[in-house]
């Protein structure tokens, strides 16, 4: 609408004289030809034929048949939601929007995205992969990684640590892992203690260890363990099933050092045999000269034999024995987890779960309305331009009349 | 003899059909009329008539009252629908046929009035489609000023105005005419 101007007063006298006249009511001597012309005007309105005002009356009694009563009950449920007295026109198919991205959210927050079907409270990520190369030639070394990573939160059951690579036949695998693992500061000590006993019966032996246990979040504790690579994986299970603690990482190496163990057993049989050599020429020989030279080499070979021999073994001891690196860090559970580490519901994790739904779901909602804001923003645009182009055309149609 | 027509309240409560039925009922004749003047085609203008209550009755639930009363709302579907007519059929200032005068030459009038009522016929004739078109909204459709001002999208204010230029302009021509 345009701004309104005030009439003249002229113009209002002569407006307000057609309205009187035309509802009966006298009006000024002045306007007696206005009166005139206004009543004239009125004459002349058509008048409707009787057999088009039977017709619609039937029609409208009808309700315009089924014709005008084509909607579905979906559309008349819409048309509902848009009635102008239940609100804002745009709240009603934006909260049923809002209403239908929730139920999608829950949906996928629930399944776990089709992943798994752990319960909403152990969902957070506990992704682990494996992967081993054991190299294709002798000589060439491979090494391979397996990572498990978990958030922290105590309330998570007890991860299983990455799991170790196999070992292919005939292979020389030197295995390690780096584990950590997370726990209530006053069970720094505790935890350790359990450390030490997990290992004692997997037949391993503790290399180093740093506990520091105050009772607050920067209580820690560092061991440098080393277990039988057969029992590495059980091991490893074990100190990730810790009561008390749960796993913040894992990660698992292994490298192929068949290459190197060939070599140095070639290198120690080489020297051996060269030993022999030499003890037969030494056997053989005449002069003080020939055998005090032949037994200089053989003194040097001997020194080759010890060091390729302490080589091997060390190869050999460090693939019958895995290293593992663990880490235990004292920290405080998030509010809603200090209710032990069982797997029931708690109010707790009722409102982490509620919670996480609802960032998932306003993550989802910020997604969907950047993809629907300038969607709607053209459609918007669209529907302006025609609507104008529209309104434009029936004002030229009344023009052109 | 001129009659003059009572304006009847729509009904303010009841169901939306009922409210729908009273409208009818109120505004069938003045839409009509409205409709008949500004297409001067009485057989379009029962087409476009019963095809704006049926688009009246189809979106009677979307009616909302803050913007206006229903017979302005009502008004502005048939407006609408009139000026889809008229762009279809491509229709000129040179139209085939007036409205019907079933009064024409009636023994009642006397002959003052009846001339005066051919020279009326004769400046309305000369108005454009839209001065044309307000004469029908106020004299036919009955409406009040801010009635036509929403239907016409202008304020109360002006749609007064261009009434007032309107008459002034048939009352020109019909004072010409004499």
Not at chain 1, 41 to 60: C, G, I, K, N, W
Not at chain 1, 270 to 277: K, V
Not at chain 1, 365 to 389: D, E, M
Not at chain 2, 8 to 34: C, H, Q
Request: charged fraction near 20%; glycine fraction near 8%; hydrophobic fraction near 45%.
């Amino acid at each position: 609408m345009r701004r309104a101007e005030p009439l003249e007063p002229e113009v209002e006298a002569a407006l307000e004289a057609i309205d009187a006249t035309l509802a009966g009511e006298p009006v000024d001597p002045e306007h007696a030809e206005l009166a005139e012309l206004s009543l004239i005007l009125q004459a002349e309105r058509p008048a409707v034929p009787e057999s088009f005002a039977a017709t619609m009356d039937a029609r409208v009694g009808d309700r315009f048949g089924s014709g005008a009563e084509r909607t579905s009950a979906l559309r008349l449920v819409w048309r509902r939601l848009w009635r102008p007295g239940f609100g804002p026109g745009w709240l009603a198919p934006a909260g049923a929007m809002a209403a239908v991205v929730a139920v999608i959210v829950v949906l996928v927050s629930v399944t776990g995205g089709g992943g798994g079907s752990r319960p909403l409270s152990f969902s957070a990520a506990n992704a682990g992969s494996a992967s081993s190369s054991a190299g294709g030639s002798a000589g060439a070394k491979a090494a391979s990684t397996a990572h498990g990573s978990n958030q922290l939160s105590p309330s998570q059951p007890k991860a299983p640590a990455a799991p170790v690579p196999r070992n292919p036949l005939g292979r020389q695998i030197v295995q390690g892992a780096r584990l950590s693992l997370s726990t209530r500061p006053s069970r720094i000590g505790s935890i350790s203690q359990r450390v030490f006993a997990v290992i004692g019966s997997e037949k391993g032996y503790v290399a180093s260890s740093s506990v520091t246990a105050t009772g607050h979040p920067d209580s820690s504790a560092t061991f440098a363990l080393s277990v039988p690579s057969s029992n590495l994986q059980e091991t490893l299970t074990r100190l990730s099933q810790l009561p008390g603690a749960s796993v913040v990482s894992s990660t698992i190496t292994s490298r192929d050092i068949t290459g190197a163990v060939g070599g140095a057993g070639r290198r120690l049989a080489e020297a051996r045999a060269l030993r022999r050599s030499l003890l037969q020429q030494l056997a053989s020989a005449y002069t003080t000269d020939q055998i005090n030279a032949l037994k200089a080499r053989i003194a040097r070979v001997d020194k080759t034999i010890d060091r390729d021999n302490a080589a091997l073994t060390t190869l050999h001891r460090r693939v019958r024995y895995s290293r593992i690196e663990l880490t235990l860090q004292g920290s405080t559970p998030p509010v809603g987890h200090r209710h032990g580490n069982g797997g029931g519901f708690t109010l707790g994790r009722a409102v982490h779960d509620a919670v996480h739904v609802l960032v998932i779901a306003a993550g989802v909602l910020l997604i969907a309305l950047a993809v629907a804001i300038p969607v709607g923003l053209v459609a918007a645009l669209v529907s302006w331009l025609w609507l104008r182009a529209r309104r434009k055309a029936r004002e030229a149609a009344l023009d052109r009349v | 003899m001129i009659e003059l027509r009572a304006q009847p309240a729509p009904a303010a409560a009841g169901s939306t059909w009922e409210r729908f039925e009273a409208l009818y009922r109120d505004a069938r004749d003045d839409v009509y009329a409205y409709v008949a003047t500004l297409l001067r085609d009485p057989a379009a203008a029962e087409d476009v008539t019963a095809l704006a209550f049926e688009r009246a009755y189809r979106r009677r639930a979307t009616f909302d009252r803050r913007r206006g009363v229903e017979r302005a709302w009502l008004f502005g579907i048939a407006r609408n629908a009139a000026l889809d007519e008229l762009r279809r059929r491509r229709r000129t200032a040179a139209l085939a046929a007036d409205p019907e005068d079933v009064d024409a030459g009636s023994v009642a009038d006397g002959a003052e009035v009846a001339l005066r009522r051919t020279a009326v016929r004769a400046a309305l004739s000369g108005l454009s489609g839209r001065e044309r078109e307000i004469v029908a909204l106020k004299f036919h459709g009955g409406l009040t000023n801010g009635e036509i001002g929403r239907v016409l999208g202008i304020s109360e204010t002006a749609a007064g105005s261009l009434l007032f230029r309107t008459i002034e302009k048939l009352r020109r021509a019909c004072d010409a005419t004499s």
